[in-house]
């Protein structure tokens, strides 16, 4: 065997396996035993602070009102637009919710007395009527045709109010309280008496 001719390979793979192993940082082991490492880890291997619960990020904005009322989409009779009926607390006056339908004779003879009630009282109770079934026409017609100004009055075109609600009969009374938490329910006609005792209570 050649020696001479099998050097310079020898050589050449020697220097190839040191500078292979030379890029690699290994950790460092003191007396103890620990180790600490020689590179400082990649950006995607730091923790996003922002991201673990204790961290310096922006608090997520929570509404002011945890209202009864479900987030579902309703029109307002005298505009056409389409709000959130969670939107109609205002955290300042109790709230008064009245179920009705265009067809229904009963809350059309409650009517007069619901604008009368919102028109003496406004500015302890705000009053609502939140309206199902038949039409957005039929409800315009409503309106229009019973004089009721005062009252903010919506229709829901998709009866998800009244399902979350729980209504299953107009005229309904729903009473909340400023904050938009349910007090109390009643059926029938306006509860005038029992109304203005929970408001001043």
């Not at 995607?44 to 479900?70: C, E, R």
């Not at 009527?129 to 957005?136: E, V, Y």
């Amino acid at each position: 065997m050649n020696l001479r001719r099998h050097l310079p390979l020898a050589v050449a793979a020697a220097l190839l396996l040191a500078a292979c192993s030379s890029t690699t940082a290994e950790p460092s082991a003191d007396a103890a035993g620990s180790t600490e490492p020689s590179a400082t880890p990649p950006a995607s291997a730091t923790p996003d602070k922002t991201k673990q619960s204790g961290g310096n990020s922006q608090p997520t904005k929570q509404p002011v009102i945890d209202s009864d009322l479900p987030d579902v989409s309703v029109i307002d009779v005298a505009t056409g637009g389409k709000l959130p009926l969670s939107s109609v607390v205002d955290g300042k006056r109790h709230l008064l919710v009245w179920a009705w339908a265009p067809h229904c004779p009963v809350c059309a003879g409650e009517a007069p007395g619901v604008e009368a009630f919102a028109g003496k009282y406004g500015g302890d109770v705000d009053v609502v009527g939140l309206g199902t079934q038949d039409s957005l026409g039929l409800a315009e017609t409503f309106v229009s045709s019973y004089g009721v100004k005062t009252p903010q009055m919506l229709w829901d075109p998709g009866f998800d109010s009244w399902r979350a609600l729980r209504i299953t009969s107009q005229p309904t009374w729903i009473l909340l309280s400023p904050e938009g938490k349910e007090i109390d329910r009643w059926t029938g006609a306006l509860p005038v008496d029992a109304v203005l005792a929970e408001v001043q209570a």
